[in-house]
């Protein structure tokens, strides 16, 4: 398996410690048994069209299909977690448990600009083959010119960083703004499972899954290509790609999302399969 450094790639000061400490080994993922080709291509296709629309529920609010969903793999937090693993920790701040991640909250302040975006996450807990219901989601990403809140440059910000706890059908949705793409890394959303709310603000070290969210390409091309906020995404985006970035390069499948909209706001949305 491979080490994967998830974000600038100038960013190497950091030190052995800490990217042992952050960096976790990439999973296989695996399909249970009996997944057609033709439900494989459908649940993994990305799709742009001129009008947004909503998501449907691929998982029952008590039960899944056993053998329809595949296990996400484990993938690095990087150096910007957010979640008390390096620097400060949001999970523990008064606010963090919301649906609208664009403006700073607490004693924070400033609001991210970008185009609009609804993240839906569907959770389902592959040991009990059931939607998972009261699971906490953390979820951060980048602005719309590659920055981190709570680090660096947007050290005096938190935007861009929430939990939501899943519903009955193991759903948790966001309203954020579309990530940029920064130099050396795919465009993508970093996020942890907690089994509950309670585990995930006491100290944010027990996730029970923390991967990233991979956009689809099209959808990418789209916003940074009309949109002059995303103007550095352009750029690097041409310079990489799924197959040569070094967290998605082994294998995207059960992390590619499927996005749906237009250049005034995109509907992402990832079944994430949570297993061990």
Known sequence: MTSHDDDHPHEHDLGLT???KVMTRRRMFILAGGVGAASLAAACASSVTGTPTSTSATASATAVAAGSVAQVPAE???????????????LIQNGVVRKDLRKSFGDYTGTA?????QLTMKLVDLNTKAAGKGMAVYVWHCT?????????????????RGVQVAGADGTVTFTSIFPGCYSGRWPHIHFEVYDSLEA???????????SQIALPEDACKR??????????????LESTSLSSDNVFGDGWTAEL???TGSTSKMNVSLTVGVGD
């Open 18 to 20: 800490h990217d042992l």
């Open 223 to 236: 916003i940074y290509d009309n949109d002059s906020r995303y103007s550095s995404s352009i750029r690097n």
């Open 113 to 117: 600009d970008g185009v609009d975006m």
């Open 257 to 259: 999302a499927t996005a």
């Open 76 to 90: 690095t937090a990087g150096p910007y977690p957010g979640d008390g693993s390096n620097g400060p920790n949001i």
């Open 200 to 210: 995930a603000v006491v100290a944010g070290s027990d996730a029970r899954l923390t």
């Open 144 to 160: 719309a010119d590659g920055e981190y809140s709570l680090y660096r440059n947007a050290a005096e910000a938190n935007y861009l």
